[in-house]
């Protein structure tokens, strides 16, 4: 693995920085410095240090195993995902991403060596500079991340688990990791505002958290009579959920400081877990966001390269060529779901918020006042990509144009009839309808389970209740709810009741009940 620490000589001006398709380092080096010029001077972009990494296509399968982290804990989920990825691509089933980038401080963007000199170029400004810039201004990376403490986190998670794994066993470590890796998605604070993860001061504390005896358990469990009889929902009870922080949304940060059997180094394992899904909870949110702005970035980029002549036609269309086959949209028959393709979604309304700035139509002027003709395309798009997230993104920008050259509509599916209905086309009334119903799917509140721990049976077998709050009637898979609560039942250490309620009516729909064996 090399590394390229940018900033060395530059390119001759107004020459080409390269011609053909070998590269060399320095022709990498020039190329960065000729893309930060324009980055800099026309785009206004705000990037952290970067550090660009030269890896083989075996180590980017390595990466995408490892959330895009150069470092981390082991785990068998990771090599089962290497294996999965290497015999598809092996066997021409699936491609490699030219770039992996990761939002830390120095940025660190991974190229392929396999890349021809004018991917180089192009993955530098996407990754470089249009992923960086994003990282870097989006409200929800600056508000719940610091990337300046992740790497040296990992660094230390990796060595905490190693030592775990060597004193207490390999078996050992992997159950915990299972059953925190199976209820990750349900162990980050959604709702609780900004809280910056402090990894720096998380690692410094590692050391008293193994060595202190949660007082709660204590005192919680250690004296509690097992046989005394208590009324439900008594002043006692009342007391003790509020004391135990009840209702808890995130269930790893309540076992963590609450489940009764569990060791200190089983706590900070979970620990770790919760902190790593935390980190890339913003991630999801903004994935259409964060790849529109890239591909815009790097389209324009290399545009105004060909422009200055610093790069030649045949590099160009190299560019053409590739951003068209990332930008693809597949229709409805190629199958894959209902989702949009981000990079080719979050491009188009890029493009398309800038020709709004310059280029305005009456229907513009009517649907986007506020930008339409204001002549700064640059800073719209600047003030977009750090205000707002993929709903409220869309929910604002998404205009008739975009919509009509995707050829959206809306189906409603009625189960009790024997068709569908299309219920929103291309007039005024179905724009809003369409807008709302794709900025609807982006919400994070529909690929979020509402699952919540709401009880403890404390006087009796001290049962851990939990609610599901189920939208129009959606209820879990019975095989997946009993499997995941088979992993939560192995951190609590007692019995797990999961209620199914109606969002709307507040009844219970169905009940699945898991106890530990034996």
């Not at 490892?66 to 082991?74: A, F, N, W």
């Not at 949660?214 to 097992?226: A, E, G, Q, Y």
Request: charged share 25%.
């Amino acid at each position: 693995m090399d590394q390229i620490v940018p900033g060395g000589a530059s390119a001759t001006p107004g020459g080409l920085l390269y011609s053909g398709n070998d590269w060399n380092f320095q022709i990498i080096r020039n190329c960065y410095d000729a893309i930060q010029e324009i980055a800099d001077k026309e785009l206004g972009l705000e990037i952290y240090a970067n550090r660009i990494e030269i890896i083989t296509s075996e180590q980017m399968l390595d990466v995408y195993t490892s959330h895009g982290m150069p470092l981390g804990y082991k785990h068998w989920s990771f090599g089962k995902r290497f294996i999965g990825h290497e015999s598809a691509y092996r066997r021409g089933l699936m491609g490699l991403a030219y770039e992996v980038v990761i939002n830390s401080d120095p940025c660190i963007s991974y190229l392929m060596e396999e890349n021809s000199a004018t991917m180089q170029a192009l993955v530098i400004a996407h990754a470089a500079f249009g992923h960086n810039h994003f990282f870097r201004n989006n409200r929800l990376f600056r508000e719940w991340t610091d990337p300046s403490q992740i790497l040296d986190y990992l660094e230390f998670a990796r060595g905490f688990i190693a030592r775990c794994e060597e004193r207490h066993g390999q078996r050992a470590v992997e159950r915990i990791l299972d059953a925190a890796h199976a209820l990750q998605n349900q162990g980050v604070h959604r709702h609780s505002g900004a809280r910056k993860l402090d990894l720096k001061a998380e690692q410094q504390r590692a050391r008293e958290r193994r060595e202190y005896e949660d007082s709660m358990f204590n005192d919680l469990w250690r004296t509690l009579p097992s046989d005394l009889p208590g009324e439900k929902d008594g002043p006692q009870d009342s007391a003790t959920r509020r004391r135990l922080g009840l209702p808890e949304e995130n269930l790893l940060y309540f076992l963590e400081k609450n489940a009764p059997r569990l060791a200190p180094w089983e706590r900070e394992i979970i620990r770790i877990v919760r902190m790593v899904a935390q980190y890339f909870y913003p991630q999801p949110q903004v994935k259409m966001m964060n790849e529109g702005c890239a591909t815009w970035v790097h389209a324009y980029i290399m545009r105004r390269l060909h422009e200055l002549g610093r790069i030649d036609d045949a590099a160009y269309l190299e560019v053409i060529h590739s951003t068209s086959n990332v930008i693809n949209q597949p229709g409805f028959e190629a199958g894959g779901g209902p989702s949009f393709n981000p990079y080719a979604l979050g491009y188009a309304m890029m493009t398309d918020i800038a020709r709004i700035c310059v280029d305005p139509s009456d229907e513009d002027r009517r649907w986007f006042p506020d930008i339409a003709g204001n002549g700064d395309p640059v800073g719209t798009l600047r003030h977009a990509w750090a205000e707002y997230r993929d709903e409220s993104f869309i929910q604002q920008f998404l205009s008739p144009k975009v919509i009509r050259d995707f050829r959206m509509f809306r189906l409603r599916d009625d189960t009790t009839q024997p068709y569908l209905l299309v219920d929103a086309i291309h007039d005024e009334a179905g724009y809003r309808d369409i807008r709302r119903s794709v900025a609807l799917t982006y919400d994070p509140g529909t690929f979020y389970t509402e699952i919540e721990i709401v009880d403890v049976d404390l006087l009796g077998d001290r049962t851990l209740v939990l609610e599901h709050r189920s939208r129009k009637g959606q209820t879990l898979q019975p095989g997946d709810a009993r499997q995941t609560l088979d992993y939560l039942v192995t951190l609590w250490g007692y019995g797990v009741v999961l209620k199914e309620i109606d969002s709307q009516t507040g009844e219970v729909i169905t009940t699945h009940a898991v106890n530990p064996p034996g």
